[in-house]
């Protein structure tokens, strides 16, 4: 099975910010991507709401519903007591955790799954209770996964931002390809599921699908929104999802 492509609004939502304005509409850009072939799409509502707003989640909730109902939506951010009532009252069919800084501009590290066991168990029953597939974010690191599975998640999502950083050496960029390769296998081998995210772009995904055969999932937003400016988001969804290997 190929690996299937959500499409992250929160570039979307940023640019909508910009001026007391209705447009670019989230959910209409949302509708665009899921009819050209997206599998999902994905939020990440901040508490400060600065692109993904609050409001824009009953909205989304009900695209997916009313028009995609073989499509998922997936609500990722840091677990506070207001980011799970938000997934509790939009039931998204996947929660990723992310350990963000309510002041980051965008998340840029994973989880320490043994350090951070005792807090993460706790928020991963109760989603997990509420039917909710939970993913954790994760740093290229082999020896962190069965934490990771002992604490109850059922994916990982490798951020592959140093990957995507290394867009013009192709040599460091092999180096962490494989980082993110050993990481996966390590995964797999201990029974989690894998997902991908974090400054992916037409070129970088296909050795990364190559290398991770099993990649369940990518959320990609800032390079697939910046690729929708020239070639439109349903022809960017159909370069994303080639390069995924559909």
């Known amino acids: 099975m190929p690996t299937k492509l959500s499409v992250n609004l ?19 850009l949302g509708r665009i991507a899921l ?3 997206a599998h999902g799409l994905t939020v990440h509502p901040r508490p400060d709401e600065r692109h993904t707003r609050h409001s824009d989640l009953p909205e989304l909730r009900a695209l997916i ?4 109902p073989k499509a998922e939506f997936n609500i ?14 939009h039931q998204p069919e996947q929660v990723t955790l992310v350990p963000d800084d309510p002041a980051q501009a965008t998340s840029d590290h994973g989880w320490n799954f043994v350090e951070q ?4 168990a706790p928020v991963v029953k ?24 002992d604490i109850g998640a059922d994916r990982i999502e ?14 460091k960029a092999g180096k962490e390809l494989e980082k993110l390769g050993k990481t996966a296998d390590a995964a797999i081998a201990a029974g989690l599921e894998v997902n991908a995210g974090h400054d992916l772009v037409v070129a970088n995904l296909p050795p990364l699908v190559k290398r991770i055969p099993k990649l369940a999932e990518v959320s990609i937003g800032h390079g697939l929104t910046a690729d929708a400016l020239q ?3 349903a022809g960017t969804v159909a370069r994303f999802l080639k390069a995924c290997g559909w």
């Open 35 to 37: 009819a050209a072939g």
């Open 231 to 233: 070639y439109g988001m």
């Open 65 to 68: 519903d009313d028009e995609f």
């Open 126 to 149: 109760r989603l997990k209770k509420g039917g909710f597939r939970v993913s954790l974010f994760a740093d290229p690191d082999p020896a962190g996964v069965t934490a990771a599975r």
């Open 10 to 28: 929160n570039a979307v939502a940023l640019l909508r910010n910009r001026r007391d304005l209705p447009w670019p509409s989230v959910t209409g």
């Open 158 to 171: 490798l951020y592959t931002g140093p990957y995507g950083g290394y867009h013009s050496d192709s040599e």
């Open 117 to 120: 066991a005792a807090f993460l």
């Open 76 to 89: 990722e951010g840091y677990p506070t007591e207001d980011f799970l009532a938000l997934v509790e009252k």
